[in-house]
């Protein structure tokens, strides 16, 4: 499963990627709200670190203005993957964005109807946002098995990325289901590394390993 960074913080995808485990970025105009500079900019930079996959969204609602921010932001780096809306003027978009070859993720996606659209309209990845879903009272994975099997049934190859991420078991559940991608906040990124065994175990090694030194 391949693991993306679920914001637009340059220091936590600067520290993540150095650890070898991130394969991409999702930004959304909230993420990018909370860190200063320029938009472009803030894109361009986490595209030379990750090089790999950066979704950054439009704001356009009408399929003409979706497509022309798409070209502009696509000429920022190669990496640069854009993120729709899951409207109709949106599938329209992720249709004219496959015929021009550029990378598309279909955002906000809350039920496999949606997903299925954005797969036969072309989408490269398609987010099912699953905290969301559970906030309100449903089963969030429910929405990516579905989808999985959906994407199996037809031979789509449009990936799905876990979205909405809200706990370290989102991701074993994710990687279980056979997810492609997971976008983690950079806390529950953290959390993934961490057991209380492996801080209690390490420090009994460390503590016997001081009994051995002065021998
Ligand atoms: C996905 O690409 C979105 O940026 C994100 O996962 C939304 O998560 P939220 O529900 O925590 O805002």
Partial sequence: MKIFL?????????????????????????????????????????????????????????????????????????????????IKEGVNALRQLKELGIPTNCTLVFSSNQALLAAKAGATYVSPFIGRLDDAGHVGMDLVRETLAIYENYGFDTEVIVASVRSPLHAVEAAVEGAHVITLPYGVFEKMFKHPFTDKGLAAFLADWEKVKGR
Wanted: charged share 25%; with cysteine; hydrophobic share 45%.
């Fill in 6 to 86: 679920d914001t637009a913080n340059i220091e936590q995808i600067r520290e993540a990627a150095a650890l070898g485990c991130v394969d991409g970025v999702t930004t959304n105009p909230t993420l990018i709200s909370r860190e200063s500079g320029k938009f472009e900019d803030i894109i361009r930079e986490i595209c030379e670190i990750v090089q790999g996959p950066v979704s950054a969204e439009v704001v356009s609602t009408d399929a003409a203005g979706m497509v022309e921010e798409a070209k502009k932001l696509a000429a920022i780096h190669e990496c640069v993957v854009i993120k729709i809306p899951m």
